[in-house]
């Protein structure tokens, strides 16, 4: 496996194959830590490991120079995927320095004892020689947390991103040429849209002061570092922040006795005939990770849920809580659902928590009681062809 990012600068993280769940993000394709070594006159550590996984980050450190050797340890990011293998790694390094910046600080001193630790506080745009190179600290805020901060090196064009453009892909390569391109920017979006949809602004407001420095690789938290497809990641990134909509519609349904799933179909039906491309999920059988990427880049969205105990089926309020915490822009839709003898719930809810998320409505929302009849498909055909109609608007590239 070729870990060297640059002559003296190389990968000593953890790769994490069997991770499957990541504080809710249904992780498939497993994950990574990635931690770096610089060597140089003084030599550092970019970032550490989960906490298990320490004693691998700390081998690693150790095949290419000896612990005591370590000066610097830099925190980007205090949240435990990197910072967990901080105790560890700050006990096992005894001449080792940790930087980072106020926030981060804090943040860390009220996750661990770090009583015995020397630190170095750095503030947006300081820079710390480690001899022939230099590393630039650039404050990220909410890119992920608030104390989230890039490392740069000028003199390798080479940006430690921390969670921006990473992927939670466990691989055995390290580099983006190694790997399919459509799967890399895949798994790119799916972390975009699970872990930092809501922080699309400071996101974009860091890809600006990114855009001011050279860049010839970035090497992110989690995943492959981008060598070789720079441009493509920045112009997802570009798409991402503003929850860029394609010609794409998503129905998305629960239901209790195949009432409110005729009536999905039916919708369906009538977005397909407009040839856009239609996207079609039960709740009970695509998890809220599958949805939430998806919907990313939607046009338009239908969701439909029946009363239950006046309420929404419990499956589908996991989804919608989970979907509006993250918060997608840029979408517009519609409610649907069956009921029995209350219209307490169900399409109201839906509606309710569409509005809450701020997804343009439509049209108001189709309701059947019990099965629907001809008439109400008909009705959800017709919704689905407006549906359709409206991402169609929305140009291909
Ligand atoms: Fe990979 Fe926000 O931690």
Redesign the pocket.
Known sequence: MNITLKEGIDWVGYIDWTVRDFHGYKTESGSTYNSYLIRDEKNAVIDAVKAPYVHKLVEHIEALTPLESIDYVVCN?A?P??SGGLPGLMKACPNATLVCNEKCKVALEKHYDTSAWKWQVVEDGDTLSLGKRTLQFINTPMV??PESMFSYVPEEKLLFSM?AF?QHYASAFRFDDEEPLDVILHEAKAYYAN?VMLYGRPISQTMERAAELEIEMIAP??GVIWRSHLKEVFAAYQKYVVCKPRPKVIVLYASMWKATEKMAEAILEGAQECGVEAQFFNVDSTHATRIVTEVLDCAAIAIGSPTLNNSLMPAMAGVLCYMSGLRPTNKAGFAFGSYGWSKRGGAAAVEEAMKEMKIDILRESIRSQYVPTEEILEECREAGRMLGKYAEQFAKD
């Open positions: 990011h949240e995927d990197h992920h947390w969670d990473g872990i938290s989690h």
